[in-house]
């Protein structure tokens, strides 16, 4: 069993930031990826930013230059810097990692931006 908790969510104005983290606890022997999704009303979650054990960083469009995913190996927790936040970024934040090729997700945490 793996748990994620997800933390560093809240309301914030537009142009401001939040730091998200999540920290993955359990039956853990390698983290092959880890990474943050979001989900706004009526819309799909969607992938923001992920990186894997490697190091490698993907982000999505909307969010590069403003926005920095790190880990912490040693903790197996993976951080969101997200700057400059918009209103339409406004959703649920999900942690997200892949072990052994099984995903596991977080319970979600609110960001919400207000105008």
């Known amino acids: 069993q793996v748990q994620l908790v997800e933390s560093g969510g809240g309301l914030v104005q537009a142009g401001g930031s939040l730091r998200l983290s999540c920290a993955a606890s359990?039956?853990?022997?390698?983290?092959?990826?880890m990474g943050w999704y979001r989900q706004a009303p009526g819309k799909q979650r969607a992938l923001v930013a992920s990186?894997?054990?490697?190091?490698?960083?993907n982000y999505v469009d909307s969010v590069k230059g403003r926005f920095t995913i790190s880990r912490d190996n040693t903790k197996n927790t993976v951080y969101l810097q997200m700057n400059s936040l918009h209103p339409e970024e406004t959703a649920v934040y999900y942690c997200?990692?892949?072990?052994?090729?099984?995903?596991?997700w977080g319970q979600g945490t609110q960001v919400t931006v207000s105008s």
């Open positions: 359990g039956t853990i022997l390698s983290i092959s990826s």
């Open positions: 990186i894997t054990s490697g190091g490698f960083i």
């Open positions: 997200s990692v892949l072990i052994g090729g099984s995903r596991y």
